[in-house]
């Protein structure tokens, strides 16, 4: 059974016709999901007196101008923010991939009482709103002072990103044959060791991919950031580019420059990564 | 006896190694640091928001009124807006639902056809997915703007139309307007998934079909869409249980207006707590979601479990 012979079997008898209606709604679609993307960009590299023409130009002028993206630095602390983003996604990412893999590994690898019961919290544990953790959250996070710092807000990422870690990485440590470690135990290597020196190596690939889709939605988070960092000087990329909606006069060509700025990075990221993830997020739910 | 049966129990290919002594306690000790932080930072703040939605509590700090009182409760579930708020997210659950699942399914219906630049489709659709909310949300804004939006650009082209609505301040119009960004967002998670289900059903099911003269429409209702029902509920719940949490579009797009009409539970919850300092009602409300939650992450682990034994 081929892929190919898959693929082709639904719509084996299309006529022209068909074809062509099935063209025409693939297009659609793709106009749908690229447009907006496409719409940030090119209102980035507008000149900014043509922003609140009408009709608005669909295609980039001839004089598209950077001028927003220097703008935009020089006049917000995008910098900041980046930098800001940047500590708090690479240390969430960090420790959560750290205090994942060893647990993952056991659900991985061994039959024991609470198994079942820990993998069915852990999937849960991702399934309930933000909002239910984050406000008991704020609350202990004042008493104990961790609110309005970077370090607080890594603490709380943490509380959803471990989850979803574990469920990640025991997916890649399924998909390594057991058989690669049999040797090494054989030869009286204990469990860690062998986790250490034949599991983990192989599965560098898979903690990558986990390091990166933490970094992603670190990177993303909007409420948390929102609840527990006030001053303008710990904000992320999220509050800061959250600061620009709504606001009376807003200078969309910076903004958007500011949003591609925000965007590019993680999106190219993501679409290496997202194969992976498929797999991941339905956690076996997906036959196949 | 124990000690006996235990060996019996080890795998018979090969011979007892070092490891096997310590496969009995091992796992337990690597499972510690999730289930720590699991219970640390998950079930404790779930719990201890329970416990703050039964007294008086004011945000400020760890003090709460002794004793427990139902009083949170009894005003949350007599409240007309708490009604309405969980009406809201109601429909910005279902419109997200009908509009990711029949655009999902269309995508997937197309990316699973074999032709040229199949890979370039599959990466742009996906595009949606790989943008975060924040900036999601500015786009969109920036697209509704009444007056030198995209989007009213466009539609002015359409014949005997000529109002130019203000998308996102219009009570009749903002619910739709937030549900579309939503929709745009998760469309692509629903495709991917979607698509993963198609390739499993086999080819010989279409070629059954085929000798016995079903046509595209039969193939799609009788064999497509049975095949895709667990892959289906699988996308259904997850795209409600997002939808319920989902707090970015509507809290930057409309902050839950116009009147109300886009107030959804986590954002009412969010301006409960921390705009109008009512802390108490807050939590109630939280532990309203969290009962709504709890039924739907429960159905979700029987889907995904069914899934494995199937």
Redesign the interface.
């Known amino acids: 059974?081929t892929?190919?012979?898959?693929?082709?079997?639904?719509?084996?008898?299309?006529s022209w016709l068909?074809l062509a209606a099935?063209a025409l709604?693939?297009a659609a679609?793709?106009l749908?999901?690229?447009f907006?993307?496409y719409?940030?960009i090119v209102?980035s590299i507008r000149p900014s007196g043509q922003?609140?023409?009408?009709?608005?130009q669909?295609l980039p002028s001839a004089d598209s101008v950077f001028a927003a993206y220097s703008e935009i630095f020089a006049s917000s602390e995008l910098a900041l923010w980046l930098w800001n983003s940047v500590k708090v996604a690479t240390g969430t990412a960090t420790i959560a991939v750290f205090?994942?893999a060893?647990?993952?590994?056991?659900?991985s690898?061994?039959d024991?009482r609470?198994?079942t019961l820990?993998e069915?919290?852990?999937?849960?544990?991702q399934?309930?709103?933000?909002?239910?953790?984050a406000?008991?959250?704020?609350?202990?996070f004042?008493?104990l002072g961790l609110l309005d710092d970077l370090a607080g807000l890594t603490l709380a990422y943490?509380?959803?990103l471990?989850?979803v870690a574990?469920t990640l990485l025991k997916g890649f440590f399924d998909s390594i044959p057991p058989a690669l470690e049999?040797a090494s135990?054989?030869d009286?290597?204990?469990?860690?060791g062998?986790f250490f020196r034949i599991t983990l190596p192989l599965s560098l690939p898979g903690l990558a991919a986990t390091f990166l889709f933490c970094l992603i939605i670190a990177?993303?988070e909007?409420?948390f950031a929102?609840?527990f960092i006030q001053r303008p000087e710990n904000w992320t990329?999220?509050l800061g580019?959250?600061s620009?909606?709504?606001e009376f006069v807003?200078p969309?060509d910076q903004?958007?420059a500011a949003?591609v700025v925000?965007?590019l990075p993680?999106?190219i990221v993501?679409?290496f990564l997202?194969r992976y993830l498929?797999r991941g997020?339905?956690?076996?739910?997906?036959?196949? | 006896m124990a000690v006996a049966a235990m060996t019996t129990a080890a795998p018979a290919?090969?011979?007892r190694?070092?490891?096997d002594d310590?496969?009995r306690w091992?796992?337990?000790v690597?499972?510690?640091?999730?289930?720590l932080?699991?219970i640390a930072?998950?079930l404790?703040?779930?719990g201890?928001?329970l416990r703050?939605s039964l007294t008086d509590?004011k945000?400020?700090?760890?003090e709460f009124t002794d004793g427990f009182s139902l009083r949170n409760y009894a005003a949350v579930l007599a409240s007309p807006a708490f009604w309405q708020a969980f009406w809201v997210t109601l429909l910005y659950s279902a419109g997200t639902v009908a509009g990711g699942v029949a655009?999902g399914l269309?995508?997937a219906?197309?990316l699973?056809?074999?032709f040229w630049g199949r890979g370039v489709?599959r990466?742009?659709?996906?595009?949606?997915?790989?943008?975060?909310?924040?900036?999601?949300?500015?786009?969109?804004?920036?697209?509704y703007n009444p007056?030198?939006g995209?989007i009213n650009?466009a539609i002015?082209w359409l014949p005997f139309i000529d109002a130019a609505p203000n998308w996102l301040s219009d009570p009749d119009l903002a619910l739709v307007s937030v549900i579309l960004v939503n929709v745009?967002k998760t469309?692509?998670?629903a495709a991917?998934?979607i698509l993963?289900?198609?390739?499993?059903?086999?080819?010989d099911m279409?070629?059954a079909a085929?000798m016995d003269g079903a046509?595209?429409f039969r193939?799609?209702t009788d064999i497509?869409l049975p095949g895709l029902r667990?892959?289906l509920a699988?996308v259904i719940l997850?795209l409600t249980?997002w939808s319920?949490?989902n707090?970015?579009f509507i809290?930057?797009?409309t902050?839950g207006g116009p009147a109300g009409a886009t107030n959804a539970l986590?954002v009412k919850?969010?301006f409960e707590?921390?705009k109008f300092f009512r802390?108490g009602p807050?939590?109630a409300m939280?532990a309203v979601?969290?009962a709504v939650?709890?039924v739907?992450?429960?159905a979700?682990?029987a889907?995904?479990r069914r899934?494995?034994h199937?």
């Open positions: 059974m892929d190919r012979a898959v693929a082709a079997a639904p719509f084996a008898a299309l068909r099935v709604g693939a679609l793709c749908f999901a690229v907006p993307f719409w940030m209102t922003l609140f023409s009408y009709p608005p669909i205090v994942a060893l647990t993952a590994y056991a659900l690898r061994f024991f609470g198994k820990t069915a919290l852990l999937l849960a544990s399934m309930f709103p933000g909002i239910l953790l406000l008991p959250m704020y609350v202990v004042k008493a943490l509380a959803f471990i989850p574990t049999e135990l054989v009286g290597a204990s469990r860690l062998t990177w993303d909007f409420l929102r609840m990329v999220s580019l959250s620009f909606s709504g807003t969309w903004v958007m949003a925000i965007t993680v999106a993501f679409l997202q498929v997020l339905t956690a076996g739910g997906v036959k196949g | 290919r090969r011979g190694t070092y490891a310590q496969d091992l796992p337990h690597l499972i510690l640091p999730v289930a932080a699991v930072f998950i404790v703040p779930l201890w928001g703050l509590t945000l400020i700090g760890m655009l269309a995508t219906l197309v699973n056809l074999d489709v990466t742009l659709i996906i595009l949606p997915w790989a943008i975060p909310h924040v900036v999601a949300a500015l786009i969109w804004q920036w697209m007056d030198y995209v650009y002015g745009w469309f692509p998670f991917l998934i993963a289900g198609l390739q499993t059903i086999s080819d279409y070629e085929d046509g595209p193939r799609f497509t667990h892959v699988i997850l249980i319920f949490g707090f970015v809290f930057l797009m902050q986590v919850i969010y707590a921390f802390a807050a939590f939280g979601l969290l939650s709890t739907l992450a429960v979700y682990l889907v995904v899934g494995r199937d």
